[in-house]
Each structure stands twice: as structure tokens, then as C-alpha cells.
């Protein structure tokens, strides 16, 4: 792995106790889609309450899970126990979230080329969702939020996530600058992305372990978040419409990333 022209940095991320803040009690929502509630089932960390599905859902089930008994509804008893307009495709899960891991765990088990996706002030349950999506298909470690404009682990973001929710740990974090501080004391680069910056994604280093930092459309990222990256970078586009939705911006920023640690580049 390359030298890094970094000063102050420890190596002992991961070391003392987690904290006790992700033993908070969780909280029970439902979550539906076929993706989401097998992927929740098939996770020993979530401990699964009260299961529905049509008819037709539960014989769909009957392949992945035999033992499991669903209680059969109708789509329209379904429909009422949801949010207006939910997609759940017959079938829906009352489970709690899952437990919150702390940052310090996920730094102190990664490997040499590890990659982190961290989103400030990103607050669409849509797209956390499908940033844990792309996360999930190019191995990320994690991705980190900042717990109070984060939603909720459950519902639209389990549906947009299609089981990565229970891939993929979404750690929460009280603040992110500090979290970013952590990130790289554990040799990770921080990468941020502005479309204002002068390199571009094609030069950025991504060698060894990466941090990819990203912030909501329109506002960006936050000063401190900028300060506590390594380098600011951009994705070029070349057609007239020169802004990326940021779950386009994160698959591409992951697919560059392990595509140059792939091939040493």
C-alpha cells in the first residue's frame, strides 16, 4: 500500500470498550417487499415478530422458508397495517431494527482494502436505501450516518435497500466529523465529493482502504466534513445535465473504488 502524507494518526481505532449507546432499545416497525423481509429473516441478528402475507406470498415463502408460518391476509388488510402507497409485494415483517454497531467495531475488522461509504445530511429514505443497495454489491464495509437526520431503519429505507439493510451495517453515529477523525486514524483515505473541485474522481486516490464521503443534493457537504477529508473530488460528467442524485454519485464512486483496488491501478 502507498506511503500516505498524513501526520497525527494513530493506530489504535478499535481499541477500549463500544459504546453503550448502540444498546439502545430498538425500535419495531414494520418493513415489507420480498426483498426486505427475506433478507430479515434470514438475518440471526434481527429477532423477527409478527409476519403477513397473501395467499399467493406465503406459498412464494413456503420455498425459502418451509417452517415458516405466515398469518395470510388479504393485499387490502395488508395495505392498512402500511404507510399509503407501500410496495409490499403480499408480504410484510414486524421486526425491530437492527442493533445499532459501533464505528470503532467496523474500524478495527477491516481489511487492507477496505471501503466505507459516509453520507452527510442525506435524509431520503429512498436513497440511503439504495446507497446500502450499491454498498452491498461492491463489498462496503459500512456505511455511516449521522443518527439525527438519518431516518429510520425500517419501512421505505428497508424497501429501497432490497435486503441490504441486513448486509450492509448503517452505523449510526452522534457526530460526524469525529466520526470522520476515527476513519482516518484507522489509515483510511477520505474522499470527499464536491462538483465544484478541481480533481476528478479518475485521480483521486483510492488505493488501500477508502472512505467515500458524500452529502445530500443541493446543500453538499458541510464545512467540517470537508475539513475532515483527505482529498475533494468530483465525477465528471459530460452530458448537458452535470449533477448526479447521490445513490448514482456513491454506485459510481464504489464501482471506481474497487475497480482500481482490483486492479492495483
Known amino acids: 500500500m502507498k506511503k500516505r502524507k498524513t501526520t497525527n494518526r494513530r493506530h489504535d481505532a478499535g481499541k477500549g470498550r463500544p459504546k453503550a449507546a448502540r444498546n439502545a432499545p430498538a425500535i419495531?416497525?414494520?418493513?415489507?417487499?420480498?426483498?426486505?423481509?427475506?433478507?430479515?429473516?434470514?438475518?440471526?441478528?434481527?429477532?423477527?415478530?409478527?409476519?403477513?402475507?397473501?395467499?399467493?406470498?406465503a406459498a412464494r415463502l413456503q420455498a425459502d422458508f418451509a417452517t415458516t408460518a405466515p398469518e395470510i391476509m388479504t393485499r387490502a388488510q395488508i395495505d392498512a397495517l402500511l404507510p399509503e402507497s407501500a410496495v409490499h409485494q403480499g408480504l410484510a415483517l414486524d421486526a425491530p431494527a437492527p442493533s445499532n454497531i459501533a464505528l470503532e467495531d467496523v474500524l478495527s475488522n477491516t481489511a487492507e482494502t477496505a471501503v466505507i461509504v459516509v453520507l452527510d445530511q442525506v435524509t431520503d429514505p429512498h436513497n440511503v436505501g439504495a446507497v446500502l443497495r450499491s454498498a452491498a454489491a461492491f463489498a462496503a464495509v459500512a456505511v455511516v450516518v449521522q443518527d439525527r437526520t438519518a431516518p429510520p431503519?425500517?419501512?421505505?429505507?428497508?424497501?429501497?435497500?432490497?435486503?441490504?439493510?441486513?448486509?450492509?451495517p448503517l452505523v449510526r453515529v452522534t457526530n460526524l466529523a469525529r466520526a470522520l477523525e476515527q476513519i482516518g486514524k484507522a489509515d483510511f483515505w477520505r474522499i470527499g465529493f464536491d462538483g465544484d473541485a478541481e480533481t476528478t474522481l479518475a485521480d483521486a486516490p483510492l488505493d488501500g482502504?477508502?472512505?467515500?464521503?458524500?452529502?445530500?443534493?443541493?446543500?453538499?457537504?458541510?464545512?467540517?466534513?470537508?475539513?475532515?477529508?483527505?482529498?475533494?473530488?468530483r465525477i465528471q460528467t459530460q452530458g448537458t445535465l452535470t449533477t448526479l442524485n447521490?445513490?448514482?454519485?456513491?454506485?459510481?464512486?464504489?464501482?471506481?473504488?474497487v475497480r482500481r483496488n482490483d486492479s492495483g491501478t
Open 28 to 57: 419495531r416497525e414494520w418493513i415489507y417487499g420480498r426483498h426486505a423481509v427475506l433478507a430479515a429473516l434470514r438475518n440471526p441478528q434481527r429477532q423477527s415478530g409478527r409476519l403477513v402475507a397473501t395467499t399467493e406470498a
Open 153 to 168: 431503519s425500517s419501512g421505505a429505507l428497508a424497501k429501497a435497500a432490497s435486503g441490504a439493510l441486513d448486509v450492509v
Open 209 to 233: 482502504r477508502v472512505a467515500l464521503v458524500l452529502g445530500a443534493e443541493g446543500s453538499g457537504l458541510r464545512r467540517l466534513s470537508l475539513q475532515n477529508c483527505d482529498h475533494i473530488a
Open 246 to 257: 447521490v445513490s448514482n454519485a456513491a454506485a459510481i464512486a464504489l464501482y471506481e473504488t
